[in-house]
């Protein structure tokens, strides 16, 4: 086969690498440009809004890859898996045989679930990550009478509030939902919003100001939410699988692992779930949603420096160990010197961000301009919204790294908002906002003035007073 050469090559359509084909289009229209991509479909960003400088909102899509020609009409759409990556000849190798020589490349491979202990014994335990997967995980629903989910983060959260007509048994780690994003304040007001929303539409605002000690003890929240969430579109693949009046039932099980998982034919169930705790549970399957790894599923002639969860570490311009080759997304693993109030999450938001800086980078590689990394990286956002609520969270918004020596404030107005501000020696280091709170763009330019806001502690989360005004 014929040698394809390239200026610029992207390994991967997630968002990651679709952000990176997108915005080389608009940097560098004029030269070649190739994406190799394992799915017809790839995933693209659309109805971007800004709430302050770096706290972004945007939906994801899913998009014939096609679709991209109409950004940069020289784009090389190759529709295969990258196999072998030759870095001193800069020569990618395709499974069906294509070589594409390159001078820059991308690699956004993204992750693949992290599969609970014996997954490899039972074609029941599934893990949530493509189309596919959702395919067969709705498979599954319709035959199931009892599943067991097993993850604390976004997905397991949605697929419970998502599914209805089976039995479900949540299996946690944690004391309390939901932990990867929020914290057992916002899980209670999430589930107390639940149960509250027809009957107590109108209730008071509390302020509470807490100094954190070595005492604390996190507190466990009642274990009998019922309700179905609204999240982004897969989930609703989901709904309306089976009839709401079948069996409802959900139990959380806190603070537990899964033992073992083993097929069994002479039960009622074809699968018996051991928890950590000593406790047998007989399910017809297990979704296993704790979390992906990154996906460096090619071999290279030089085994690039990787993170330890096995993603290629890459410095503050997203470019890995070995020159010329960048990555961004769930597949890379920052390794550069972070701000103080940003950590990587593997999330659309942080896949869409090195996605650009990585182009961005590329670009300055290929036309010799020094570039500086992007301002995005000073601080940790997410925009998501969590069971009908828009969830804004910042910085170090569960005062992760903090240790105990922090201090938390808190307005929580029952079914309306509910608002953490996370501070350390009068300085703002985080924040939890949710719903329509209004006060993104305060908390943004707190953290990142680190103004020292001790003179206002008490009046900072007032509702009566007009806490811009300070700041004017
Ligand atoms: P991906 O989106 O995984 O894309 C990687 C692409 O590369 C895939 O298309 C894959 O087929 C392709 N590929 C892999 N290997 C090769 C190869 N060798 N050659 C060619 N192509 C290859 N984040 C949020 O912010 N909000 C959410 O609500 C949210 N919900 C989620 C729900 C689920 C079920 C999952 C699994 C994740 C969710 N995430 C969410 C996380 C988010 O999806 C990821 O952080 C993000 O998609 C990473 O983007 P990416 O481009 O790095 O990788």
Redesign the pocket.
């Known amino acids: 086969m014929p040698v394809i050469e390239v200026t610029y090559l992207v ?7 679709v952000t990176c084909v997108e915005t080389l289009a608009i940097l560098h229209p004029e030269e070649t440009l190739a994406i ?4 017809s479909l ?2 693209n960003v659309s109805n971007v809004s800004f709430f302050a400088k770096t706290i972004v909102k945007f939906d994801v899509n899913e998009t014939e890859a096609s679709s991209l020609m109409r950004i940069h009409p020289n784009l090389k759409i190759i529709f ?3 196999k072998h990556v030759d870095t001193h000849n800069q020569i990618a190798y395709t499974y069906a045989g294509d070589e594409i020589k390159y001078k820059v490349m991308c690699i ?4 693949v ?1 992290k599969l609970i202990r014996d997954s490899d014994k039972s074609k029941r335990i599934l893990g ?3 189309t596919e997967s959702v395919k067969e995980f709705q498979e599954k629903l319709r035959m199931g009478r009892r599943m067991v989910v097993v993850g604390n983060g ?2 397991a959260s949605e697929i419970v509030h998502a599914t209805s007509g089976i039995q479900k048994v949540w299996v946690i780690r944690d004391d309390y939902i939901s932990a990867t994003f929020i914290d057992p304040g916002a899980a209670e007001f999430f589930q107390n919003t639940f149960k509250n929303r027809e009957s107590q539409p109108n209730q008071k605002t509390v302020i509470r100001r807490h100094v954190f000690t070595e005492e604390d003890q996190v507190v466990s929240l009642n274990k009998d939410l019922k309700s179905a969430a609204l999240g ?1 579109d ?1 989930y609703r693949k989901l709904e309306g699988i089976k009839d709401d009046k079948g069996v409802q039932e959900l139990e959380i099980v806190y603070k537990v692992e899964i033992s073992s998982v083993e097929e069994k034919s002479d039960k009622e169930f074809p699968l018996e779930v051991v928890l950590s705790n000593g406790r047998t549970i007989e399910c017809d399957f297990v979704v296993s949603a704790t979390g ?1 790894e990154p ?1 460096v ?2 071999s290279l002639d030089e085994e690039p420096v990787k993170g330890p969860e096995g993603g290629l570490a890459v410095n503050e311009f997203q470019e890995t160990s070995i020159r010329n080759i960048f990555a ?4 890379a693993h920052a390794a550069w010197e972070h701000a103080p109030h940003w950590f990587q999450l ?6 869409r961000q090195m ?1 650009g800086m990585a182009a961005k980078a590329m670009h300055g590689r290929v036309v010799n301009e020094e570039v500086l990394q992007d301002f995005c990286f000073e601080l940790f956002t ?1 925009c ?1 919204t969590l069971f009908g609520y828009q969830v804004i969270l910042l910085g170090k918004y569960n005062a992760q790294g903090l240790g105990n020596d922090y201090e938390i404030l808190l307005r929580m107005t029952p079914n309306h908002e509910y608002i953490k501000l996370v501070l350390q020696n009068g300085k703002l280091q985080g924040a939890i906002l949710i719903g329509e709170t209004d006060l993104e763009e305060m908390c943004e330019n707190l953290i990142l003035d680190q103004l020292d806001l001790t003179p206002l502690v008490d009046d900072i989360l007032n509702p009566d007073i007009d806490i811009d005004d300070y700041f004017d």
């Open positions: 390994v991967g359509g997630g968002i990651a690498g190799i991509t394992a799915s790839v995933k295969d898996s990258l956004c491979t993204g992750g679930p949530i990550r493509d976004g997905i982004p897969w992906v996906a599923n090619f961004a997304g769930d597949v593997r999330l659309w938001t942080q896949a996605g997410h998501t």
